[in-house]
C-alpha cells in the first residue's frame, strides 16, 4: 500500500516527484523513492523513512532527469528497508507500485528457474522482471507491459520508466487507484488527484484494467488489447487544500480543535430553513426499503455502528453493519433494491472500495458519505454525501469522524421522515439538537486543561479500558482506538455491560478505565459496571454531563462533565475529549502524533 507519482517534464523532474509525494505520504511513510533517466540511464535515490530522508539523500546526490517516477512505501511485503524501497530496477525497465501482486510467488519461482536475480523481498520486483523480460525478448515498451498485465492477480497501480525513452512514462491500473494530470508540454501521473495539485488541475482518472502512456505532448488511453479508450479530463478546484498546523504543535491538534467549525458546516449542507433535513441528492425512497447496510473501516466504522443506533430509533430502519474486510466476503442476504452506505474519510481504502462494488453487484444502491470528493469511491458511488471536514493530515481521525456523525444523524433523520415514523415536531426537536452540536463541541474543548492533567496519569499505564452502553459503546471502541493509535498504550474498547465476562479480571489499581455515561437511558446501569470497577480499586475516570456528574456524586472517580444536552448529539460532543485524552497522552510520551508508527492515513491494500 503505497503512493506513486510520474512525471515527463520540462524541467528536471525530483522537485515535483518529491513535492507530489509529500502529498501521498498519508498512504505511508516505511519508506520513498525516486528514479528518473539521465542521458539515457536509469538513476534512483532511497531512503528508509519519511520523506525527508529521501530529500537529504537528494540534496547531497541530486537527480537531474526531466522525467521520472517516485513512491512512498507502506510495507506489506518484505521489511522497510532500502532494498526493499521503490523504484526497482531490472534490466532498462523501473517500476514503482501500489498494491499486492498475489501470485508473487509463482512468479518469482518461474523467474528465479529461468535465472532472475532478485535484489527485494517484494511482490513489486516480480513485475519488473516479467517486463524487462519482454523487452529482451525483443518487445516494445508498451507491449511489454500489455503482455505482463494479464499475468499478474491482485491489485495494482503501476508506473514505468524504459531505459533510452526518454519521452514515454507508462501508468496502468487494477483495482488501486491512479489519475493523470495534463500540463502544457509536460504530463503526469499520480495516485490521486491531490497529489497532482501543484502540477496542474486538470485530471482524468484510468478505469479498471486501463493503461496510460504518457509523452510531454500527449496521454493516450489503452485497454489490454492495444484498443484506444476514451477518458475524460475535468478540471479540479483545489482551493480548499492549502494545509497549515497554524498555532498548534501537531496537525492533530488542530483538526480536534477545527471541530465545531467544519460540523457546522458539514451540518448546513443538509438542515434547510425551515429546520429540516434536506439532502439534495438522495433520490432513495426508504418508505421501499426493509435493509440499510452499513460498511467502513476503522475510525469511520465507528461512526457507522453509532448510526445504526440512530437509523433503528429515529427510522425503526434494521441496519447490516460491517467492517469492511469481513463484508465483501461474506454471503450477505442482500434484499433487492435496498441501500447500501459507505463510510470514509479518504474514500480510498481498499476494502471498503471492493465491498462497495460487491453491493453494486447485488443490485443495492450505493450511497457514500465521504470527505475526500475526488476519490474513487465518491466517484464509484450513486450518491455522494461529502462530510466537509476539510483535509485531514492527522493519520488519527478526529474531524472527519465527527463530520461523518454530523451527515450520517441526518441521513438516519431523513429516512424516519419519508418512513413516516418520525413526526415533524420530532424531526424540528432534533434539527434543533443538531444545530447546537458546534456549541456543544466547543464547550468539550474547554475540558482540554483538565484532560491534560488526566492524560499525565495514562501516559504512565500500559493498558486502559474504555467503556460504554448505547451509542457510547461505538464511542468506547473509538476512544481505545484514538489512545493505541497515537500512544502505543494497549487500549480496549467494551460494551460496558461484558465487562463482567471476562475484562473485569483484569482490573487492578494500574489499569485505568473510561466510562462514557452521559444521562442517557442506560446511564443507571453504566453506573452499576462503574461500581463494580471501584470495588476492585481500578480507577475510573467518568466522562459524562452535568447531570450525570451529580448522579454519580463518586469520590473514587476524577470526572470530565460537559454540559446537558440532548441524546442524539451527544456523541459528537464526547468524542471530543476523548480524542483530547489520546492526544495529550502522546504529546506527553513524545509520540510521533500525526504519523504513528506502522499506521497509513489511507490504507489501499486489502
Ligand atoms: C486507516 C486510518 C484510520 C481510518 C481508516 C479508514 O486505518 O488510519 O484513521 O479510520 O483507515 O479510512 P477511511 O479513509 O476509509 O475513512
Known sequence: MCGIVGVVGRGPASAPLLDALRRLEYRGYDSAGIATLEAGSLTRRRAVGKLANLKSRLDSEPLSGRIGIGH???ATHGRPD??????????GVALVHNGIIENHRELRNELKAAGAHFTSETDSEVVAHLVSRERKNGCEPVAAVRKVLPRL????????LFEGHENLLIGARKGSPLAVG???GEMFLGSDAISLAPLTDVVAYLEDGDLAVLTREQIEFLDVNGERLHRASA???????????GEHRHFMAKEIHEQPKVVGQTLAQYIDRNRTIRLPSVDVDFGTI?????????????AGLIAKYWFERYAKLPVEIDIASEFRYRDVPFGAGNLAIFVSQSGETADTLASLEFAKTHGQRVLSVVNVQTSTMARASNIVLPTLAGPEIGVASTKAFTCQLATLICIAIA???????????DESSLVRGL?????YMARALELEPKVHELARKISTASDALFIGRGTNYPLALEGALKLKEVTYIHAEGYAAGELKHGPIALIDKNLPVIVIAPSDRTFEKAMSNTQEVIARGGPIILLTDQKGASLAASSACSVLELPDMPQSVAPLALAVPLQLLAYHSAAILGTDVDQPRNLAKSVTVE
Not at 415 to 425: I, M, N, Q, T, Y
Not at 435 to 439: K, M, N, R, V
Open 235 to 245: 478540471k479540479i478546484a483545489f482551493s480548499a487544500l492549502a494545509v497549515h498546523k
Open 182 to 184: 495534463y500540463g502544457r
Open 290 to 302: 426493509d435493509r440499510v447496510s452499513i460498511v467502513a473501516c476503522g475510525t469511520a466504522f465507528y
Open 82 to 91: 532500502e532494498n526493499n524501497a521503490h523504484p526497482h530496477m531490472v534490466g
Open 72 to 74: 512512498t512505501r507502506w
Open 153 to 160: 492477480n491482485g491489485t495494482f497501480a503501476l508506473a514505468f
Open 415 to 425: 429516512a424516519g421522515r419519508s418512513r413516516g415514523v418520525l413526526s415533524a415536531e
Open 435 to 439: 444545530a447546537e452540536i458546534p456549541s
